[in-house]
């Protein structure tokens, strides 16, 4: 019988050295051999190689094991006997694990001085360690360690570029390598890149110009410059109050104009210098125009004498260019002033506002006013004329048992009429409610916000409520809820009440035992009918 014994884990870079036993120990006629198991290949060792310089018959020596070496070790125990039969024994089988990470960078940066670039670098210390260390440019290796290239050795904490100029500009690398393997850090030298945006700036404003720099190594210098054609730059003086709050902080430069004028509609650049060389970037021109007007708008309605005011309010900033033409439109077309009978004021530059005389439904419409400079024109946001938009909002119960439901009128012209109606589901015609009666008591027709007020009463189930609202331009109507949901309302807030939370039902999935107890509340909105709303109760 044969067997073999060894480690079952080696440091890369070590040696693992496997021997083999045979009972008998000399067994005449029979040889030893080996192999190595991966997965299910079953590979032959030819122990003459390099790699397993040293073995023997009976010994097998792996030199500089590393990740490629793992996998099982077998010894065969073989004989040919009579008849040219080969007689096999196999021995036990040690899976062998190489031990060992990659190197890791510890330290990897760039710092400058006077006359230097400087790579600093370090190795983390663990097993197995560092035997090799390389540096690149470009993919070429550096061999020639003249005045030129310092450090980089296994023992150093830095790679030295002195007197850097353009020609050393390129992809540096540095390559570590242990038993294990190698690994490769990569850092690129070149001049800065800087880049502008365009900007465009109305005269009297502020202005920032914020480059983006990207520079490696780091920038140590920047100039700001103007020019009035776009090619002949002189630099700029940023001391000076014109250009209160620039900086030529090569880490973040900025070049400010606190009061924007006509005459710095000029070209500007910003000049970029590291180790490498220099660099400009790109050109951006400061638009600088003076502004348009700028416009507030409102209304005014004067129910007396049946008109509406459209307020406009025109102004300019500080050196901006004076209005010189204001006019009002009507959906997108410019209205008539002279051939409006007078129904329409005037509108000048110093009364930019229109009043409209007698309004009625033909006034209808989107109404824009705009104004005019050397700048360019200004068109306001629209004021639109149209009959009253009405919104109920939620019903709510009060104290006493009443029933409140408040309204929200908004229009232009303002309403200058309201009215609450009722009628029995019946009937066709709506009737006024008269305020004065017990069951509406707290009703109001007053703007903005009517309110309906129903007191609870048995009486009114089959009726159903009506609000009606004016203005110039015509009569909106709306109907409420009818009064039996109203008063399912006040029955399902006073159930809701009276439920303790150890009794409450699964409202949005009710089981089995809640349909047998035959209610079920329901939190949902009913389909709006006509602007009303409701909630129900279905028992």
């Not at 993919?139 to 023992?155: E, Q, T």
């Not at 490769?184 to 502008?196: G, L, M, T, Y």
């Not at 004028?261 to 003076?290: C, H, M, P």
């Not at 189930?461 to 109907?479: L, M």
């Amino acid at each position: 019988m044969i067997s073999i014994g060894g480690p079952d884990n080696v440091l890369c870079g070590n040696t693992a050295k496997f021997i083999a036993v045979t009972k008998p120990e000399n067994l005449e006629g029979w040889s030893v051999e080996w192999q190595k198991l991966l997965k299910c290949t079953q590979t032959r060792i030819n122990s003459n190689t390099e790699k397993y310089h040293g073995s023997t018959e009976k010994n097998l020596v792996i030199q500089s094991v590393c990740k490629e070496d793992e996998g099982g070790y077998q010894a065969i125990l073989s004989k040919v006997s009579k008849g040219n039969t080969t007689l096999c024994i196999s021995s036990n089988v040690i899976f062998l694990q190489a031990i060992g990470e990659l190197p890791i960078f510890d330290v990897w940066n760039v710092t400058t001085e006077k006359t230097q670039i400087r790579i600093h670098y370090a190795i983390q210390k663990r097993l197995p360690e560092v035997n090799e260390i390389k540096w690149f440019k470009d993919g070429v290796p550096i061999l020639n360690r003249n005045r030129k290239y310092n450090g980089g050795k296994l023992n150093d904490k830095y790679f030295t570029i002195t007197s850097p100029t353009i020609e050393d500009r390129g992809n540096y690398s540095c390559v570590v390598k242990n038993a294990v393997g190698s690994v490769q850090k990569d850092i690129r030298f070149d001049v800065p890149n800087a880049e502008i945006s365009t900007v465009q700036q109305n005269v009297g404003s502020e202005t920032m110009l914020t480059p983006r720099i990207v520079a490696c190594p780091s920038p140590d210098g920047v100039q700001w410059q103007q020019s009035n054609d776009g090619t002949s730059f002189n630099s700029i003086d940023i001391s000076q109050p014109k250009y209160y709050g620039s900086s030529c902080n090569p880490q973040s430069p900025l070049l400010m104009i606190p009061n924007v004028t006509l005459e710095d509609k000029l070209y500007y650049r910003l000049l970029v210098w590291n180790k490498i060389g220099e660099q400009y970037s790109n050109t951006i021109f400061l638009n600088a125009k003076y502004s348009t007007p700028n416009i507030a708008i409102s209304h005014e309605t004067c129910v007396t004498n049946k008109s509406i005011t459209l307020i406009g309010d025109v102004f300019v900033y500080e050196n901006a260019p004076v209005v010189q033409n204001v006019f009002w439109t009507k959906n997108g077309e410019k209205l008539d002033i002279q051939g409006s009978g007078g129904r329409y004021t005037e509108v000048t530059v110093d009364n930019p506002s229109l009043t409209i005389f007698k309004v009625k439904e033909h006034d209808a419409g989107s109404y824009q006013l705009t104004a005019t400079n050397d700048a360019g024109s200004t068109t306001s946001d629209f004021l639109i004329l149209d009959v009253p938009d009405v919104s109920f909002a939620r019903p709510e119960k009060k104290n006493n048992g009443s029933f409140w439901v408040p309204v929200t009128v908004q229009a232009i012209p303002a309403p200058n009429f309201v009215r609450w109606s009722i009628k029995e589901n019946t009937c066709d015609a709506f009737v006024p409610i008269d305020e004065n009666l017990e069951e509406f008591k707290g009703t109001s027709n007053t703007l903005p916000h009517p309110v309906l007020v129903v007191q609870p009463s048995n009486d009114l189930k089959n009726y159903c409520f009506q609000i009606e609202v004016h203005n110039f331009i015509g009569s909106c109507k709306k109907i409420l809820l009818a009064s039996e949901q109203i008063e399912k309302e006040i029955e399902c807030e006073n159930l809701l009440e009276n439920i303790a939370l150890s009794q409450a039902i699964d409202l949005f999935n009710p089981g089995p035992a809640d349909l047998e107890s035959n209610y079920f509340v329901d939190f949902d909105l009913l389909a709006k009918k006509e602007g009303g709303s409701s909630l129900m109760i279905m028992t």
